[in-house]
Structures are given as structure tokens and as C-alpha cells.
């Protein structure tokens, strides 16, 4: 009741708020989503948080503060309004339903993954996705991108999209090389660590089609300037 009672409250709110129908749409497909899937995990047994995750906070000399849960859905909903990319409203929905099923994630962790959501393209979210699944990493190319010239723009586009991870600490190297720059990276050899490792968790389930994955395919095929392959392209 907690739960359903503030995700009610918390939309009235919100919508009241924001007036342009797009944004109205992609918050009320969070809302939706999320509380199919609500009903859904509590239907199967699934136990939610512990009530003091949905309930006013006391603090002392000052008013109560709002529930945590109520904090964390107005985010998801504000990420929801400001994302131009509406396929990023089925991630969010999994963020704030994930979050109301783990009592072993602080709400602070989570505020700080959402804002890490609102930062990341919905393609950089996809490559998170396929790196922590780890089921196509063995058809990619085997070899970092150094000395090699010729990258089209889409292999461009995703390696400084994958770049901007490293440097966030979401992405490593699993051989514990150094990434320093985007010609070190080696995309077999990518790997989740630590917050990439739980805005993972936090996104899935979600189901993947190669319209979503694609380009991550494309764009590092092992045939994907090696040597062997631009050799006959220079001597022309």
C-alpha cells in the first residue's frame, strides 16, 4: 500500500508540474511500466524494501523530509522528462523498480546511478548492457586500435562513447591494461567494474534486438582494420 500510494502521490505531483505532452507521455510510461512490473514481483512473492524506505523521514529541529522512495521516483521521473531519447524510459521504469526490491543499496548510491543514466546516451546505457551480458564479446575484434588510421564515424562515435565510460570507472580493461586514451581500448577485453557493475543490475531485465545492438557489432567486427585488411586499401 506504501508503495502504490506513493507512486500515485508522487505522479500527481510531478505531472501538475510539467504541461508539454511529450514529457507528460514518456512520465507516464515510466509510471506504467514500473507499476506493472511492481505488481508483477509482488505477485510472484517478491518482498519490497523495508518500510522505512517508503515512509516521511523524522529529523530532528526540522520538518519531515519525504520518503526516500518518494525522492528516488520524482528523479526517475524528471529523467524520464528530460530524456530525448524515449528509449531510455523502459531503463529508467527497471532502475526504480530494482531499487524498490534491494534493501542493499543505499538511496544515496542510487541517486548518484541516476544521474549517471541522465548522463549517458542511450547507446552508451545499450553497450553497458552487452559488456555486463558478455555473450557477444567473443565476436569482436581481439585488437586495440593503435597505429590505425581510417576509422569511420560510426567506430569513432563508439569508441569515444566507450572512452567517456572508462573514465567514469563504469568500464576496464579485463586484462588490467591501462586505458589512456581510445586507441587502447580492446573490445573483446572490456569489462563492468563497480558502478558499471550495478547500473547493470539496475537496468536489467531488458530484451535486445540487433536494431538496439547493432552498431556495437558493426562498429567492432574482428575484421575491423586489422592490418591485413587496410593493407590493400594504402597500397591503392
Known amino acids: 500500500a506504501l508503495l502504490q500510494?506513493?507512486?500515485?502521490?508522487?505522479?500527481?505531483?510531478?505531472?501538475?508540474?510539467?504541461?508539454a505532452q511529450t514529457e507528460q507521455e514518456r512520465m507516464g510510461s515510466v509510471y506504467v511500466l514500473a507499476q506493472s512490473q511492481n505488481v508483477k514481483r509482488l505477485n510472484e512473492g517478491q518482498q519490497p524494501r523495508s518500510e522505512t524506505f517508503?515512509?516521511?523521514?523524522?529529523?530532528?529541529?526540522?520538518?519531515?523530509?519525504r520518503?526516500?522512495?518518494?525522492e528516488l521516483l520524482e528523479g526517475t521521473f524528471l529523467a524520464a522528462r528530460t530524456a530525448h531519447e524515449q528509449r531510455k524510459?523502459?531503463?529508467?521504469?527497471?532502475?526504480?523498480?530494482?531499487?524498490?526490491?534491494?534493501?542493499?543499496?543505499?538511496?544515496?548510491?542510487?541517486?548518484?546511478?541516476?544521474?549517471?543514466?541522465?548522463?549517458?546516451?542511450?547507446?552508451?546505457?545499450?553497450?553497458?548492457?552487452?559488456i555486463g551480458n558478455g555473450s557477444l564479446m567473443n565476436t569482436l575484434r581481439v585488437n586495440d586500435c593503435r597505429g590505425v588510421a581510417g576509422l569511420d564515424p560510426l567506430q569513432?562515435?563508439?569508441l569515444f562513447e566507450l572512452y567517456q565510460m572508462?573514465?567514469?570507472?563504469?568500464?576496464?580493461?579485463?586484462?588490467?591494461?591501462?586505458?589512456?586514451?581510445?586507441?587502447?581500448?580492446?573490445?573483446?577485453?572490456?569489462?563492468?567494474q563497480g558502478t558499471g557493475a550495478e547500473l547493470y543490475n539496475l537496468m536489467s531485465p531488458v530484451s535486445l534486438d540487433f536494431e538496439d545492438y547493432g552498431y556495437f557489432i558493426n562498429a567492432f567486427k574482428p575484421d575491423f582494420l586489422t592490418p591485413e585488411a587496410i593493407a590493400p586499401h594504402g597500397s591503392d
Not at 517508503?54 to 523530509?65: G, Y
Not at 544515496?108 to 541516476?114: G, M, Q, T, V
Open 166 to 192: 572508462v573514465r567514469l570507472d563504469l568500464v576496464a580493461d579485463s586484462s588490467a591494461s591501462y586505458i589512456l586514451g581510445v586507441a587502447d581500448i580492446n573490445p573483446s577485453k572490456l569489462k563492468l
Open 54 to 65: 517508503f515512509r516521511p523521514r523524522e529529523r530532528k529541529r526540522a520538518k519531515k523530509l
Open 67 to 70: 520518503s526516500e522512495a518518494d
Open 89 to 130: 524510459v523502459e531503463l529508467l521504469a527497471n532502475f526504480y523498480t530494482n531499487i524498490v526490491f534491494r534493501d542493499d543499496l543505499d538511496s544515496s548510491h542510487a541517486n548518484y546511478i541516476l544521474s549517471l543514466m541522465e548522463l549517458l546516451t542511450y547507446r552508451q546505457l545499450v553497450s553497458v548492457l552487452i
Open 5 to 19: 500510494d506513493g507512486m500515485k502521490a508522487v505522479a500527481g505531483d510531478v505531472a501538475e508540474r510539467f504541461t
Open 156 to 158: 569513432v562515435g563508439v
